[in-house]
């Protein structure tokens, strides 16, 4: 089987899927049939939470695609997450029809705020869910297409990159902070009501999104797997280590990178679109280039380069900030800034690395 | 080794003696007629002028050194062949038809013409095997890459590539912790992969042990014949042990080009590396 032949040598992810089951099982039985007063009950708040660290997991994994594996560092990944998810929150808010403040069908109600008299035309076909849907992952996609066409073929490597997609964030930040672009600006796109004919807010429905969230992960995750067993992520290694060794093998370095950045870029937008309905808005503060700089410290924390540590990064970190932000706000950010000098310093492999280094030194020493 | 194949002078008349060599699809050229021509090639940096009118032609199956003091213009030579830097003016062709000069570095490679650097450049994080496997010849589009399996045919051509390197027993191991050496040599060994009709080798044996240079030396010249090899080394003494015919390079141009005597014998030569 395709996937055995694939995990053989990933004991992290089998064991990443191997929970990523257990919690496909025990989430909605904890939440749906364990009644509210017994002390196993899970909350929908928790099942939220949840969600949202495994859309962040999925996230760290597209960061990881391009960052551990191709060497290029993006910090501005935080663009593809907010555009997928403002493409479900767009569809979202055709979903609301009547029932905003202002009562009007044909407009969202920001839109009636602001008088305009008719839907902008990109907001066409969002009625549509596979029409959404097709967007999540086109609008990123197509941003990264075009994006990395131009900063590969020029040559554009590096830090010099990195501060590229940071402007990049920033910009669309921006942007998308103005009320004439025609999403929400500050307020951008919330008071959801439902999805695909469901309540949003009942608990089955908030289940039923965090399955499809954990079945994303691990189809994501194997997907990623494929990609990086294959000689395309042979190669985009190569490029990573030595990019003009690989330009004189024959390679055309510029197109792998460009599809690697593409790839990532997709299921950055798809981790987007499945964060938005759990956590009910998407606000131009996704683009805000702090977060982008977050998601990179994920993967840092976690462990780069084996798919499994981005996976273990997003969860630990967001674990803590949860505390953090919690026990003392003020402090978080210091905490952040902290933990990524240290693990930087300590720990080069980060979390997973503490784990595989007794690996690793039996293949240093067959 | 035939007779003919000794006798490099003879490569030109007597070439219907020799075996084909084995010609990649590609490339369509008569044995023992140039198979690089570099002509009038001008290459200047803010004002400097790295290569001089440079003409140059390249048997095929021929093993060339070229010699020349720093800053003769010998990496910018590569440089303008394997298509990283384009000259001002001049012209490059491959074989009768194919014009370096418009296309791009990865496509020059796929054409078959395989470059070694200075510096030993292989992936250090991937192993010996996986060097080699991405090295070979073979369909190198994103799209064939993401489904490319092994056949059977090519796992006997990545085995055969590791005894001619001496790394059988290092296949699984990085790259990276490979000496110095074998870094070298499994470089060469990924331009084998390439099954290249051009090799040009960057100072091939820089920081290699005697015996490893001597292993080197064996090595190039068994290649030349199937390959030609062009190469660029300071080593007088290596030079000698492998060179049929030399070129000197100076300031940008050809000063001379022959035997090791006849260089040896020239007096420009000899003025530019002994001074007055």
Known sequence: MLIQRLFLSDRGGMVVLGLLALLAIAVPILTLAVPEGSALHMSTYTVTLLGKFLCYALLALSLDMIWGYGGILSLGHGVFFGLGGYCMGMYLMRQIGKRGVYGNADLPDFMVFLNWSELPWYWAGFDSFPFALLMVVLAPGALALVFGWLAFRSRVTGVYLSIITQALTYALMLAFFRNEMGFGGNNGLTDFKDILGFPITADSTRVGIFLTTVLALAAAYVACRFVTASRFGRVVMAIRDAESRARFCGYQVESYKLWLFVFSAVLAGLSGALFVPQVGIINPGEFSPLNSIEQVIWVAVGGRGTLYGAVVGAFAVNYTKTWFTSAYPEAWLFALGTLFVLVTILLPKGLVGLLSRRATDEVKNP | ?276
């Not at chain 2, 008569?30 to 003409?55: C, Q, R, W």
């Not at chain 2, 003091?69 to 491959?94: E, S």
């Not at chain 2, 920081?207 to 062009?230: N, P, Q, R």
């Open chain 2, 1 to 276: 080794m035939s007779m003919v194949e000794r006798i490099p002078r003879f490569g030109k008349t007597l070439g219907w003696a020799l075996p084909e060599p084995e010609a990649t699809p590609q490339v369509n050229t008569d044995f023992g007629k140039p198979i690089l021509y570099l002509e009038d090639i001008s290459v200047s940096f803010d004002g400097f002028k790295a290569l001089n009118k440079l003409t140059l032609y390249i048997d095929d199956g021929e093993l060339r050194c070229i010699i020349g003091p720093n800053g003769a213009g010998k990496t910018t030579m590569m440089d303008v062949i394997t298509g990283k830097t384009r000259p001002d003016t001049g012209n490059v062709y491959f074989g009768q038809t194919i014009d370096l000069l418009k296309l791009s570095e990865y496509q020059i490679a796929q054409n078959g013409i395989g470059r070694k650097f200075q510096k030993p450049t292989v992936f250090e994080k991937l192993s010996v095997y996986e060097n080699l496997e991405l090295a070979m010849a073979s369909d190198k589009n994103v799209w064939a890459s993401l489904f490319f399996k092994l056949n059977s045919e090519q796992k006997v051509h990545i085995e055969q590539v590791l005894s001619i390197i001496n790394l059988e027993a290092h296949h699984k191991k990085s790259a990276g912790l490979l000496s110095h050496g074998q870094k070298q040599w499994l470089e060469i060994g990924m331009l084998l992969m390439q099954n290249p009709r051009v090799l040009l080798v960057d100072e091939p044996v820089a920081g290699m042990t005697g015996e490893e240079t001597e292993h080197t030396a064996e090595l190039l010249t068994s290649l030349a014949g199937k390959h030609s090899v062009i190469v660029v080394e300071h080593d007088m003494a290596f030079v000698r042990s492998i060179a049929k015919k030399i070129t000197v390079l100076h300031q940008g141009s050809v000063l001379a080009e022959g035997s090791m005597d006849q260089i040896q014998n020239d007096p420009r030569v000899v003025e530019v590396y002994l001074g007055e």
